[in-house]
């Protein structure tokens, strides 16, 4: 088959609108309004796109983590056959640099001197993927190769450590300073103390990064990408092509997973340059390997943590540190450190606190976001720390917890209290009684750590349970001023009303499509919705990230649904020729407007007509506050969920294999949107969180990734996941859409706890770093 | 090099396919089917998974020379029409689809497994899975969604 192309300007394969008929409003479990594409296989990845013409783009990479660029020769690249341009950091058009939160600190291309491994330095547009990367090797750079810089411990507190960056190496210390930490340490009857680290885990969605670049008429470019904010993505964009943002179109394509690690531009200004340079069409995929160099990763972190308490277990103080490595660039550290610092000790009543988190530049793989970013760290430390506790103090972990948990009312690390329900003793309590899993059966091979490899037939095997709790803030935090927005129209099409949903918001797998159309169906009382695929011709939606799009969007389609709503009841008022203020409390339900003393009035088709209404409205989060640079005091979140985790696992300890029997999760989200969804995300976090504490990490040495591949990087398989059982609480949070709170990361970060508690509680060993590799259980490493 | 294959009944002829091409990239850049998916073009994950002569296979690990003249079914042939087949409803209604970048190789996979084994235990289906990365759902939606998909194909 050839194919043979429209000649315009559209791809071929392209994001389009979705229709999402059905019934399902809020607190419904609708189906997905994707979902019959996704199975089909015809939902449009942003590595599906295909346009007539088109070139394939490639990235050539630094082998180095940390050189000087003597220089670069291109001429034998740019003479291979096949090959339409070869470009460097000259051929950057306007701002040669970019990066989030206005640090600006990251090359668009190499100029000088890579710091990290896989940095890229050179674009090649070819007419076959192979071409492409053939001829990348072709571009000879000669580099002075120097002594990557790796200590991260130097990085924060060496000052004759030389410099990864421009901007020093430390990109942030936020301490927090509650009470008198030295006067408790003389109270202090029990003292406990632990040294824990943190892994590189890596985002490992499965849709690489990709995208196309079609370069338009007007001199701009049409982009359609994979990518979790595109207006935030836009800033940077427009600038380093040298570009207005009108002349730039985006588009979201579909997206195959997220989680953080779309935050950051990956192709976006190397394909709109390579096309804007070509005049042609120009689409970028990464393979698995470069996907691991495309991306940051979750920051590994150094955290030592010293808590003195009384002997029945009440925490008098903490006292904490914790190191962040950003690599090379700012990417989400900011941030991550924000996170790491004020909820360093958790959902914790402590009254004398002392943390310092720090967050560095070195030329270890580049950080930023993943979910739960910053507070996943911390909370295998602290969690670790309560499990310390219990043990020294002669109490079991649950109650231990129960002791020093905060609740409504109580106050954060940052003297925020806590303004809505946080159930956490309560949700501990459930998480124990909930039934145990069955005793292992060893009969069947497969129930065994080791599983079909016949590693033991049950000998060596012994059982575990462990506690983990979580506490995540959700929406954007210190004083951010967070919104989203969203365009609804409503008109007759076909004899029946129908909404159209249209937002910037990125539909990452989370189900944001399907609640977009629920909430429309319940404020407009529409079966019909469609939502527009997401682009930047309508507001900043924000980014899909920090569990906030149910919240932020939700809220932005609520409130621009409900003008709407007010746009059809002065219609009905004109048109039954009558004051609005004299039909009474009007609603539209069923299809139909409804006055709660007069009954029906209207269908809404016949008061629609012909008339189209379209609101577009802005929904922003109750606004937060700064930390203080030298307290850590303030109102810096908006909104806080929290997730209790009990753990079940079966370790094998002659050879360390670890089987995680069940995960038992007890989560307060506020109000069930959609339940289907909402259990999707609860696993998922779930899974992650099993990754961190079992088997994920990236293996560094000397700056250099070791592990770059899905051979080496190991994510959970469904052999590794167990089966995993749900509580979930609606505690409603009065400030937020519905009640809601948001649920995708806070599961995330009780898991890796719950885990390796209940990997200590099988082996009695003390277990400080995660991942938990089986040579930490056999002692042999 | 000229390939001709037949897929999803339609016989296929690609031209200019260089040596090195994997079945996976003939299907997704060259007869316009990107359904089977690329996460990691290394056997690793199964995003790629179709029936190759009624085997499951892995697409990226196969060259496009193997294929001459055999039969290759990809995701894209297992509904009738508008008429999903049963384990892609099962992966609709059940949850089973987040980013959705996983299911194209799971369901072809899942569709193998009730075509061979008519109610699997839960055991069955995640041997049968166990090539299978989905990094979004926790794989317990997918459990559901085959369970149901077998129960369905039972009664029917
Ligand atoms: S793409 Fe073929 S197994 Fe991953
Ligand atoms: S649904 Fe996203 S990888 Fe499975």
């Known amino acids: 088959m050839t194919r043979t192309g429209s000649g315009s300007a559209t791809p071929v394969r392209a994001p389009r609108d979705i229709a999402a008929p059905g019934t399902g409003g809020v607190g419904d479990s609708p189906l997905r309004p994707d979902g019959t594409l996704k199975v089909k296989g015809e939902f449009a990845y942003s590595s599906d796109l295909w346009i007539d013409g088109m070139l394939w783009g490639a990235t050539l990479r630094s082998p180095h983590p940390r050189a000087k660029i003597v220089s670069i020769d291109v001429s034998a690249a740019l003479a291979h056959p096949g090959v339409s341009a070869v470009l460097t950091h000259e051929d950057v058009p306007g701002r040669k640099h970019f990066g989030l939160d206005h640090t600006w600190d990251q090359p668009v291309l190499a100029a000088g001197e890579v710091r990290h491994q896989g940095e890229p330095i050179a674009l090649v547009a070819a007419d076959h993927p192979e071409t492409a990367r053939r001829a990348m090797e072709k571009i000879r750079i000669e580099y002075e190769v120097l002594e990557p810089l790796t200590d991260a411990r130097r990085a924060a507190f060496d000052p004759a450590y030389p410099q990864v960056q421009p901007r020093g190496n430390l990109a942030r210390h936020q301490p927090v300073r509650v009470g008198d930490v030295e006067a408790a340490k003389a109270r202090a009857e029990v003292v406990v103390s632990g040294e824990y680290r943190v892994g590189i885990q890596d985002q490992a969605f499965l849709g690489p990064e990709s995208g196309l670049a079609v370069p338009a008429e007007d001199g701009g470019v049409d982009l359609y990408v994979a990518t979790q904010w595109m207006h935030n993505d836009l800033k940077q964009i427009a600038p380093c092509l040298g570009l207005p943002e009108e002349k730039i179109r985006m588009t979201l394509s579909g997206v195959g997973g997220a989680f953080g690690g779309r935050e950051d531009l990956s192709m976006q200004i190397h394909a709109a340059m390579l096309a804007l340079h070509t005049g042609r069409p120009v689409k970028i995929v990464y393979n698995r390997y470069e996907s691991f160099f495309g991306h940051v990763h979750r920051h590994p972190a150094e955290m030592r943590y010293e808590y003195g308490a009384t002997k029945d277990g009440r925490i008098l103080y903490a006292d904490v540190e914790i190191l962040l490595d950003g690599g090379a660039y700012t990417s989400a550290t900011m941030n991550v450190v924000g996170n790491a610092a004020s909820l360093g000790v958790g959902p914790y009543v402590i009254p004398n606190i002392k943390i310092d988190a720090y967050g560095v530049y070195t030329n270890n793989p580049p950080c930023g976001a993943m979910r739960g970013f910053g507070a996943v760290q911390a909370c295998f430390a602290y969690e670790s720390m309560m499990d310390k506790l219990a043990e020294a103090c002669g109490l079991d972990p649950v109650t231990v917890r129960q002791v020093n948990a905060a609740s409504q009312g109580s106050e954060l690390a940052t003297g925020q209290v806590i303004w809505a329900p946080l159930p956490m003793a309560e949700m501990l309590r459930q998480a124990r009684e909930l039934p145990m899993p069955p005793p292992l059966d060893a009969s069947d091979i497969r129930n065994l750590p080791g599983g079909a490899s016949q590693t033991t037939h049950g000998e060596g095997v012994r059982r575990g349970v462990g506690y983990g709790v979580g506490l995540k803030n959700i929406c954007f935090s210190e004083g951010y001023d967070d919104y989203s927005t969203a365009r609804v129209r409503l008109e007759v099409i076909g004899g029946e009303a129908v909404a159209l949903v249209h937002t910037a918001a990125a539909e990452v797998g989370q189900g944001l499509v399907t609640l977009e159309a629920q909430i429309a169906r319940t404020e407009l009382g529409v079966e019909r919705v469609v939502i527009h695929p997401a682009d930047n011709q309508v507001g900043d939606a924000g980014s899909s990230s920090a569990s906030r799009q149910s919240y932020m969007t939700g809220g932005a389609v609520m409130t621009a649904c409900q003008a709407v709503r007010e746009g059809v009841f002065a219609l009905a008022a004109a048109r039954l020729d009558r004051p609005l203020d004299t039909l009474g409390d009007l609603s539209l339900v069923g299809g139909k407007v409804v006055s709660e003393s007069a009954g029906v009035l209207a269908a809404i088709e016949d008061v629609l007509g012909d008339a189209v209404i379209e609101e577009t409205r802005e929904y922003h989060h109750e606004p937060t506050t700064g930390m203080d640079p030298v307290t850590g005091r303030g109102d810096s979140h908006t909104q806080l969920a929290l997730c209790v985790h009990r753990a079940v696992v079966d370790v094998d300890v002659e050879l360390g294999l670890v089987k995680v029997v069940e995960l038992a999760a007890v989560q307060d989200v506020g109000k069930i949107l959609n339940r289907l969804s909402l259990e999707g995300q609860i696993h998922g976090g779930t899974a992650q969180g099993l990754g961190l504490a079992v088997m994920e990490e990236i293996v560094v040495s000397d700056g250099k990734v070791r592990n770059p591949s899905f051979t080496d990087y190991l994510i959970p398989t469904i052999l590794d996941m167990p089966p995993m059982r749900l509580e979930i609480l609606e505690n409603a949070d009065p400030r937020a859409p519905y009640g809601l709170r948001g649920a995708g990361e806070p599961p995330t970060l009780s898991s890796t706890p719950a885990i390796v508690a209940a990997i200590r509680d099988a082996t009695g060993l003390a277990l400080t770093r995660v991942p938990v590799r089986p040579e930490h259980i056999t002692g042999s490493s | ?156």
Not at chain 2, 112 to 130: F, H, K, T, Y
Request: charged fraction near 25%; glycine fraction near 10%; include cysteine.
């Open chain 2, 1 to 156: 090099m000229r390939v001709t294959f037949t897929v999803n009944g339609r016989r296929e002829t690609a031209d200019d396919v260089w040596e090195g091409e994997s079945l996976l990239y003939v299907l997704r850049e060259r007869v316009g089917l990107p359904g089977s998916k690329n996460a990691c073009e290394q056997g690793e994950c199964g995003s790629c998974t179709v029936y190759l002569d009624g085997t499951p296979v892995c697409a990226c690990l196969v060259a496009a020379g193997q294929v001459e003249g055999r039969e290759v079914r990809t995701v894209e042939g297992l509904a009738d029409g508008d008429r999903l087949d049963p384990v892609q409803e099962a992966f609709v209604e059940c949850g089973a689809v987040q980013c959705g970048f996983c299911t194209p190789g799971l369901v072809v996979q899942a569709h193998d497994l009730i075509e061979r084994v008519a109610e699997p235990s839960d055991a069955e289906i995640r041997e049968a899975l166990a090539g299978n990365l989905c990094r979004c759902t926790g794989y317990e939606k997918i459990l559901d969604a085959v369970r149901l998909a077998a129960a369905r194909k039972a009664a029917s």
